[in-house]
């Protein structure tokens, strides 16, 4: 449902004299409209030594679980993390342009090196130009990283906004996770702590978005490098006796 | 140099394998008056002779700030030295803009170079006539290079461009090999003394030079006249006392000399 609000609010009309169809033909057909295989939600936190970014899964056709096998965090150069919630393809344009960054950057060979901060800015620009041409990238970017010791972590939208915070979520986490982040985060997290904390937000992620799936990735990044983990479930538990018998008390069960 | 048949065009080679216009550019540059440049771990110091056209005028500008962390000197035509440090500030800032972080020097200087030799191989331009100190720091730490017309660049402890500059290049290669160590003060000290080397026994005042400093914590700026003078007063207050003095001048004597010996045929400057 939500996706066909987002379609309907960029959809709005240009009027076009339909006589000069031959000019005009391309006027309408260069613009993205609404996505359609989408990850969920990153939720993404700075602890002690680095930054911890989890992600499911999962790539979405609409309201179909389609894909189950999509890494959404991907390492970029030796200090920054990637990771994309929204359109998958738009997200693998951004991987090659973001290859093309990191090639040139390492062919001057010249001791310099692209940090987070570096990689944020340029996606910043990417994002708002093509958002300034009616034809985003539909995506919400999280990049964190470290190098020379600082520790970084931002946030781009498909309209461009970007900021940098100690802890980030998109998509639903939006709404589920920042709430709990608010809450309990604290600077100098142990790695366990993180990774519990982080869990902690997919778990509710998990039970309240319908399009999250039950196989999630923790990536992290320090000044030595990046590890992403193997995929894994974690545990739920689904015998509260309201969904026993969920229409019991139908009006307002849930 | 004497003239030759192979010197018309900047897309001809002569015989013996040299492209006579890019050399005769490099002349051009020792012709401006003199640009000295030098550097520490953490610090670039940039001073040049402020040279008037005349009593009535004012002096040209031979420094300039590329952005916080980078400075450039020019020696030679400073019409095409202006042109290029507004590539400079160009290419900085853009990099600024895309990525908000400096750009680093050694990367300005490799482009500044390509552009100088697109001008060495294409028959409708002519090489650009300046030589540029580009002094700059990033990741990396302080640096301080040498761009030259031909479009070749050298990275330096240490050098001077422009007339009489052998003079200043005598004073830095017995002093160059402290200057890694050497704090902000004693550079600037040092960058004031090789230009005084240049100046042939005119008395230094504050007036006659310009100087520029960055450093680690310390964007590009120019010194102010008033404490170009109190460093002139601490070795200027006696004459003669140091050796140093009695040997510039027979070094400076020498130097024109040394100059036109530099342009012979034998020695490819472009070489050096």
Same mark, same amino acid.
């Given at each position: 449902?939500?996706?066909?609000?987002?379609?309907?609010?960029?959809?709005?009309?240009?009027?076009?004299? %339909?006589?000069?169809?031959?000019?005009?033909?391309?006027? #309408?057909?260069?613009?993205?409209?609404?996505?359609?295989?989408?990850?969920?939600?990153?939720?993404?936190?700075?602890? +002690?030594? /680095?930054?911890?970014?989890?992600?499911?899964?999962?790539?979405?056709? /609409?309201?179909?679980?389609?894909? +189950?096998?999509?890494?959404?965090?991907?390492?970029?150069?030796?200090?920054?993390?990637?990771?994309?919630?929204?359109?998958?393809?738009?997200?693998?344009?951004?991987?090659?342009?973001?290859?093309?960054?990191?090639? %040139?950057?390492?062919?001057?060979?010249?001791?310099?090196?692209?940090?987070?901060?570096?990689?944020?800015?340029?996606?910043?620009?990417?994002?708002?130009?093509?958002?300034?041409?009616?034809?985003?990238?539909?995506?919400?970017?999280?990049?964190?990283?470290?190098?020379?010791?600082?520790?970084?972590?931002?946030?781009?939208?498909?309209?461009?906004?970007?900021?940098?915070?100690?802890?980030?979520?998109?998509?639903?986490?939006?709404?589920?996770?920042?709430?709990?982040?608010? #809450?309990?985060?604290?600077?100098?997290?142990?790695?366990? #702590?993180?990774?519990?904390?982080?869990? +902690?937000?997919?778990?509710?992620?998990?039970?309240?978005?319908?399009?999250?799936?039950?196989?999630?990735?923790?990536? *992290?990044?320090?000044?030595?490098?990046?590890?992403?983990?193997?995929?894994?479930?974690?545990?739920?538990?689904?015998?509260?006796?309201?969904?026993?018998?969920?229409?019991?008390?139908?009006?307002?069960?849930? | 140099?004497?003239?030759?048949?192979?010197?018309?065009?900047?897309?001809?080679?002569?015989?013996?394998?040299?492209?006579?216009?890019?050399?005769?550019?490099?002349?051009?540059?020792?012709?401006?008056?003199?640009?000295?440049?030098?550097?520490?771990?953490?610090? @670039?110091?940039?001073?040049?002779?402020?040279?008037?056209?005349?009593?009535?005028?004012?002096?040209?500008?031979?420094?300039? +700030? @590329? #952005?916080?962390?980078?400075? @450039?000197?020019?020696?030679?035509?400073?019409?095409?030295?202006? @042109?290029?440090?507004?590539?400079?500030?160009?290419?900085?800032?853009?990099?600024?803009?895309?990525?908000?972080?400096?750009?680093?020097?050694?990367?300005?200087?490799?482009?500044?170079?390509?552009?100088?030799?697109?001008?060495?191989?294409?028959?409708?331009?002519?090489?650009? /006539?300046? /030589?540029?100190?580009?002094?700059?720091?990033?990741?990396?730490?302080?640096?301080?290079?040498?761009?030259?017309?031909?479009? %070749?660049?050298?990275?330096?402890?240490?050098?001077?461009?422009?007339?009489?500059?052998?003079?200043?290049?005598?004073?830095?290669?017995?002093?160059?090999?402290?200057?890694?160590?050497?704090?902000?003060?004693?550079?600037?000290?040092?960058?004031?003394?090789?230009?005084?080397?240049?100046?042939?026994?005119?008395?230094?005042?504050?007036?006659?030079?310009?100087?520029?400093?960055?450093?680690?914590?310390?964007?590009?700026?120019?010194?102010?006249?008033?404490?170009?003078? *109190?460093?002139?007063?601490?070795?200027?207050?006696?004459?003669?006392?140091?050796?140093?003095?009695?040997?510039?001048?027979?070094?400076?004597?020498?130097?024109?000399?040394?100059?036109?010996?530099?342009?012979?045929?034998?020695?490819?400057?472009?070489?050096?």
């Amino acid at each position: 449902m939500l996706l066909i609000l987002w379609g309907v609010l960029i959809q709005f009309t240009i009027p076009i004299d %339909n006589g000069d169809a031959l000019k005009n033909a391309e006027a #309408d057909s260069q613009r993205t409209l609404y996505p359609y295989v989408t990850g969920t939600s990153i939720v993404a936190i700075k602890y +002690k030594d /680095g930054v911890l970014m989890a992600s499911d899964m999962g790539g979405s056709y /609409g309201s179909t679980l389609r894909y +189950k096998n999509i890494e959404r965090v991907k390492a970029i150069g030796k200090h920054s993390l990637l990771g994309a919630s929204g359109e998958i393809s738009d997200f693998q344009e951004i991987l090659r342009y973001l290859d093309e960054l990191v090639l %040139n950057d390492n062919m001057w060979d010249d001791g310099n090196s692209l940090g987070p901060k570096e990689v944020h800015n340029y996606l910043t620009r990417v994002m708002y130009n093509r958002r300034n041409k009616f034809n985003p990238l539909w995506n919400t970017l999280v990049l964190g990283g470290v190098k020379n010791g600082e520790i970084y972590l931002g946030m781009v939208s498909m309209i461009g906004v970007s900021f940098e915070d100690n802890h980030v979520a998109t998509g639903f986490g939006n709404h589920l996770a920042r709430p709990i982040l608010r #809450d309990e985060w604290r600077a100098d997290l142990s790695f366990e #702590d993180g990774v519990k904390l982080l869990e +902690k937000c997919m778990r509710v992620l998990l039970y309240r978005d319908r399009s999250a799936i039950n196989k999630l990735q923790i990536a *992290k990044i320090t000044e030595e490098g990046v590890t992403v983990s193997q995929p894994y479930s974690l545990k739920t538990f689904w015998e509260f006796q309201a969904f026993h018998n969920p229409t019991a008390g139908a009006q307002g069960s849930w | 140099m004497f003239r030759n048949q192979y010197d018309t065009d900047v897309t001809t080679w002569s015989p013996t394998g040299r492209l006579f216009q890019v050399e005769y550019a490099m002349e051009a540059v020792k012709q401006g008056s003199a640009a000295i440049g030098l550097r520490s771990r953490s610090h @670039v110091v940039l001073a040049s002779v402020n040279k008037a056209q005349s009593e009535l005028s004012s002096h040209q500008r031979k420094i300039f +700030k @590329v #952005d916080d962390h980078i400075g @450039v000197a020019i020696a030679g035509l400073t019409a095409d030295g202006r @042109v290029l440090s507004r590539y400079m500030r160009s290419e900085s800032i853009n990099h600024s803009f895309t990525y908000e972080s400096p750009l680093p020097v050694g990367r300005l200087v490799v482009r500044l170079a390509d552009k100088a030799q697109v001008c060495t191989q294409r028959s409708w331009k002519r090489p650009y /006539g300046v /030589g540029l100190l580009v002094g700059g720091l990033d990741e990396s730490g302080a640096h301080l290079y040498y761009n030259c017309p031909s479009g %070749n660049y050298f990275e330096y402890q240490a050098f001077a461009i422009g007339s009489r500059s052998q003079a200043a290049k005598t004073y830095l290669e017995r002093r160059f090999k402290s200057f890694n160590e050497s704090s902000r003060e004693d550079l600037i000290k040092d960058a004031i003394l090789a230009i005084r080397e240049t100046l042939q026994g005119e008395t230094l005042k504050s007036s006659l030079c310009t100087v520029s400093v960055l450093g680690v914590d310390e964007p590009f700026h120019f010194l102010d006249q008033e404490s170009i003078q *109190k460093v002139i007063d601490t070795f200027e207050k006696v004459p003669e006392e140091e050796e140093d003095g009695g040997e510039a001048e027979a070094e400076a004597a020498a130097a024109p000399a040394e100059q036109g010996g530099a342009g012979d045929q034998d020695v490819a400057p472009m070489e050096m």
